[in-house]
């Protein structure tokens, strides 16, 4: 689901995740009893985090590991690289998996570790509530869930190769601002004492977050389940309608910034904008088209957005096919 | 951006001092530390807040080249992060000692909240205005 190719720019996300394993794993936590730690990849893509995970984890470290991978592509090349991080005697990949609607498949409570790398921005923002919730059911008491995502995708990501229809059309990147808010609805309502703290990476193509959710901060309940679903789905609902406006904002604030560039005789200014058009204005129009199909702008979604009463709907954009 | 009671007077360029004594003749007492959230602490120059309630996050560009709309949607998003954590409102204020673009001036004032743009000589008006339009709506 996350990656397609070895030669990706945009690795940081495996380091990071590779980064929070290692620590986990040095500092014995949160491992429960003497089984293996157990690690769910979910969007595991070719489970391609695993070259991570062999360079920056130690062996012994990594001789703990149960990991299982979960995504909906075909996994090539999966089983050599469980080999090479030496996993392969308790790990696998599964393919033909659905993150947005197989979680309920899983075994509830038993992952020490759930990972959604480079996954969000792939999912649609009004299967996202259930995605989240899901992920944080298959933890166990002492588990920790790690969420990383790129604020903006890499150009090959939100492009495709050349040619090719294999652009993200519908990915929605979520700024860290915005998912703070649904990471922070979702603890609240999971009855955590303390709200998130969403970290930001700086890489050398994008900017990333990280958000990490601990089982033990939470109270889950039925009845802060069905809290949960309603809550985070209204979270994701407003941070949609903000991000979108936001989007279009600085898409009208860019054709202002060339409009006046006729009459600029400012060298650096010009400089400055057009490096804004190049870097910014692709990939503002991609968020942008991505945000209104899922704000009812298009009919060929499989599931509508709706938006809960009193989150006024923004005027969606054209609607154009993948 | 409660906690410390001790101003602290930036000093890395004159501008940035020069905001700060602008910001307390003013009322708002200025603090670089973001208590709330330790991750915010590096992006922004100046944390200040009125008694009555104005909270602040202030970027003073060093630069007299344009301040372009990145730098705006920068700012903004840093002053939501802390309102947000916080459950009070934050308003983002960047200073400029040279222009700002079209662009960054019409973002500031389309997006929600708003991000007040203040160049040397126009920062006494921008805080006037700020403590006027509390709180934001």
Redesign the interface.
């Known amino acids: 689901m996350a990656d397609r190719s070895d030669n990706r720019v945009l690795n940081e996300h495996r380091e990071v995740c590779a980064f929070l394993l290692h620590m986990l794993l040095e500092a014995g936590q949160p491992r429960e009893g003497a089984g293996p730690f157990t690690w769910v990849d979910l969007g595991c893509g070719a489970a391609r985090i695993l070259h991570a995970v062999r360079e920056g984890v130690a062996h012994d470290l990594r001789r703990q590991l149960s990991y299982t991978g979960y995504d909906k592509a075909d996994a090539a090349g999966a089983t050599d690289r469980l080999k090479g991080a030496g996993l392969h005697d308790r790990s696998a990949v599964v393919t033909g998996f659905d993150v947005e609607r197989q979680l309920g498949d899983v075994a509830a409570g038993c992952a020490e570790l759930v990972t959604l790398t480079n996954v969000v921005h792939e999912i649609d923002p009004a299967r996202l509530p259930a995605v989240l919730l899901g992920a944080v059911w298959l933890l166990k008491p002492k588990g920790y869930l790690l969420v990383y995502d790129v604020e903006r995708l890499a150009d090959q990501d939100a492009w495709g190769d050349p040619g090719k229809a294999t652009g993200e059309w519908d990915a929605v990147t979520w700024s860290r601002d915005r998912i703070t808010n649904v990471v922070a609805a979702l603890l609240q309502a999971l009855g955590a004492a303390t709200g998130p703290v969403v970290g930001r990476w700086i890489h050398q193509q994008t900017t990333g977050w990280t958000a990490v959710v601990r089982r033990a901060d939470l109270h889950v309940t039925a009845d802060a389940a069905a809290r949960a679903a309603r809550d985070v789905h209204q979270a994701v609902s407003v941070a949609l309608a903000g991000q979108f406006a936001d989007c279009r904002a600085y898409i009208e604030a860019i054709m202002r910034d060339i409009e006046g560039l006729a009459s600029a005789d400012d060298e650096h200014r010009r400089n400055v904008v057009l490096g804004r058009v190049r870097r910014d204005l692709p990939h503002q129009l991609r968020n942008y088209h991505a945000m209104s199909r899922h704000l009812g702008g298009s009919e060929a979604n499989a599931v509508a957005f709706r938006l809960p009463a009193g989150v006024r709907a923004p005027a969606a954009a054209p609607a154009t096919g993948r | 951006m409660s906690g410390t009671r001790t101003s602290v007077i930036p000093t890395e360029n004159e501008l940035s001092t020069q905001v700060a004594r602008a910001l307390e003749r003013k009322g708002f007492h200025i603090t670089r530390e973001a208590k709330v959230?330790?991750?915010l602490d590096a992006h922004a120059d100046i944390y200040a807040q009125r008694p009555d309630g104005p909270r602040l996050v202030v970027e003073v560009k060093r630069s007299p080249?344009?301040v372009?709309?990145?730098a705006v949607?920068q700012v903004?998003?840093?002053a939501?992060?802390l309102g947000?954590?916080s459950h009070e409102p934050v308003l983002g204020l960047v200073v400029s000692p040279g222009?700002f673009?079209?662009?960054?001036e019409?973002?500031a004032g389309?997006?929600?909240p708003r991000v007040y743009l203040a160049t040397r000589e126009g920062l006494s008006r921008a805080l006037d205005r700020i403590i006027r339009d509390w709180p934001p709506q």
């Open positions: 959230n330790p991750f080249n344009s372009s709309v990145e949607q903004q998003q840093y939501r992060l947000e954590s222009p673009t079209p662009g960054a019409y973002y389309a997006v929600t």
